[in-house]
């Protein structure tokens, strides 16, 4: 088999892209970190 | 051994339904958000009693039959991840996340008009079943991939991509309730939700379809393992071994200890300390469920990174022993200490995810690379059985200890006892997984007779 190309590195425009995706899901994953955070500290106010 | 990545990659055939191979200089980093984008998306259905109040009021109908799509949902998620497995191993991952993508987007749409025209059925119906579906494929369709970008990490990889169904729920929970009190409970209001969460999923979950891809080459990384080192056992070859049947064992068994804790968080930190000089007030529980959810969370990631480190079996070792001692210390201890109580919980709860996360990795070094997201899809049937184990045992007896006239810790003194025997036998099930026998292993193909001829001649 022919040595792999994905294994070089990713051009310009693909960092932008994983930049882009890790945002994508990362946004919305810290508002549910964002609001848990807020509900466990009601465990030592509460 | 190559030529059975080329059969299983040309076996995709071609086409938009087909994986698109990797073009040249595509980072493998972009796989897990693809996963992500699913996994969080059909997460929220561990946020399904966000809507339960709501359409109790609106539509006139108890807190049982209220749970049905829920309950419908998870029977679904279960039996298309164990009997559409090999489906989504011959039609690849960008195949798996369109039928995931349109059948839980369609369910959340169906469930709106449903509640627009008030029609209940079609809510169990749309949301339970064909949302369901969505969940099974969903949530076997990017391990197999992931675990191919990923021989080296096999055990990081899928624990992202799972800790995303637990933090489906963080996100949907909160937002879900907001939609509610802005559209309103009455059933307009409802059906209006239920289109912007299939609208919204929709859009959200098209990433990881346009994004997923699959490795080039056998070999990923340069300097890592080849996706094809190791046996290779196909799906229904893995059922017939005893090594399927120890980690499905393991599996119910951990999953069972896990919602042992998770199904009466609340009124079981109420209970323990009900008669202290610092009792725990409503919110304070909520608190402890939700500080739960993160551990359940962390250990999904956490633990699944370090097995790639310390080997599957020891990790196991860890979650099953470990484990049992967690529920001793809170059977013996739990009630004279809060922080203790508090500290077990969460490690119990962080090994119930790392546990989930876990089995892909351990399922690859057994089974290997060739039809992993398959064999994870009928392991899956333990995660159903556990889900009715669980709550069975530990809403069972604290009935009957209640009956008897008991009060506080010690509602819970026999589940947990049950709890450590279980774990006891899920720890004696991961002893006794050895390597596959040979006789399981797929055939390498054999050379054709013009290829074998230029060997024999050039040796």
Redesign the interface.
Same mark, same amino acid.
């Given at each position: 088999?022919?040595?792999?190309?994905?294994?070089?590195?990713?051009?310009p425009d693909?960092r932008w892209?994983?930049a882009f995706?890790?945002v994508?899901?990362g946004l919305?994953?810290a508002?549910?970190?964002y609001?848990?955070?807020r509900?466990?500290?009601?465990?030592?106010?509460? | 051994m190559?030529r059975l990545?080329?059969n299983h990659a040309n076996a995709y055939g071609s086409g938009f339904m087909s994986p698109p191979v990797?073009?040249? #200089?595509?980072?493998?980093? /972009?796989v897990p958000?693809?996963a /992500?984008?699913v996994h969080?998306s059909i997460g929220q259905a561990y946020a399904w009693s966000v809507f339960k109040p709501p359409l109790e009021s609106a539509l006139g109908l108890s807190g049982t039959q209220s749970a049905l799509p829920f309950q419908l949902g998870i029977v679904m998620l279960g039996l298309s991840a164990a009997f559409g497995g090999t489906l989504v191993e011959r039609k690849g991952p960008r195949w798996a996340m369109t039928v995931a993508l349109v059948c839980f987007s369609s369910g959340f749409l169906l469930s709106a008009l449903g509640a627009s025209l008030e029609q209940y059925w079609l809510i169990v119906f749309g949301y339970g079943f064909v949302g369901g579906i969505g969940l099974g494929i969903g949530y076997i369709s990017p391990v197999s991939t992931l675990i191919k970008w990923f021989p080296d990490r096999p055990g990081m990889a899928t624990g992202i991509a799972i800790m #995303?169904f637990g #933090?489906g729920a963080?996100?949907a929970?909160?937002?879900s309730a907001q939609m509610l009190e802005s559209f309103g409970g009455d059933s307009s209001g409802i059906a209006l939700a239920f289109l912007v969460h299939g609208l919204s999923y929709a859009v959200?979950m098209l990433?990881g379809v346009l /994004?997923v891809r699959v490795?080039?080459?056998?070999?990923?990384?340069?300097s890592g393992p080849s996706v094809l080192a190791g046996p290779q056992v196909s799906a229904n070859q893995a059922i017939r071994t005893p090594q399927f049947w120890c980690l499905w064992l393991v599996l119910c068994m951990n999953v069972t200890a896990g919602i042992g804790i998770l199904e009466k968080a609340a009124p079981m930190i109420t209970d323990f300390f009900a008669d202290s000089s610092t009792p725990v007030?409503?919110?304070?529980a909520? #608190?402890?469920v939700?500080?739960l959810?993160?551990a359940n969370m962390a250990g999904r990631i956490g633990w699944s990174s370090t097995s790639d480190l310390i080997g599957r079996k020891n990790i196991y070792r860890v979650y099953l022993g470990v484990g049992a001692l967690m529920y001793a210390l809170i059977a013996l201890f739990g009630d004279s200490s809060k922080p203790l109580f508090?500290l077990c919980a969460l490690v119990i709860l962080s090994f119930y995810g790392g546990g989930f996360a876990t089995v892909p990795a351990y399922l690859k070094d057994l089974f290997g690379t060739y039809q992993v997201g398959a064999i994870h899809g009928r392991l899956l049937t333990a995660w159903s059985t556990a889900g009715v184990l669980g709550p069975l045992i530990v809403n069972w007896i604290a009935d009957r200890q209640e009956e008897a006239g008991r009060h506080g810790a010690s509602l819970y003194g026999l589940s947990f006892v049950i709890m450590i025997g279980l774990l006891v036998v899920g720890f004696v099930a991961n002893e006794l997984v050895r390597p596959v026998h040979p006789r399981h292993h797929v055939p390498a193909p054999k050379e054709p007779a013009h290829v074998q001829r230029q060997q024999s001649e050039s040796a």
């Open positions: 088999m022919s040595s792999d190309s994905s294994q070089s590195p990713p051009s693909r892209l994983i995706a890790w994508w899901v919305p994953l508002y549910g970190l609001e848990l955070v509900k466990a500290t009601q465990l030592f106010t509460g | 190559r990545f080329n990797a073009p040249p #200089g595509w980072s493998r980093w /972009l958000p693809a /992500l984008s969080l #995303g #933090g963080l996100i929970s909160p937002w959200f990433l /994004l490795p080039r080459t056998e070999k990923p990384v340069e007030s409503v919110t304070a909520a #608190g402890f939700a500080l959810s993160a508090v």
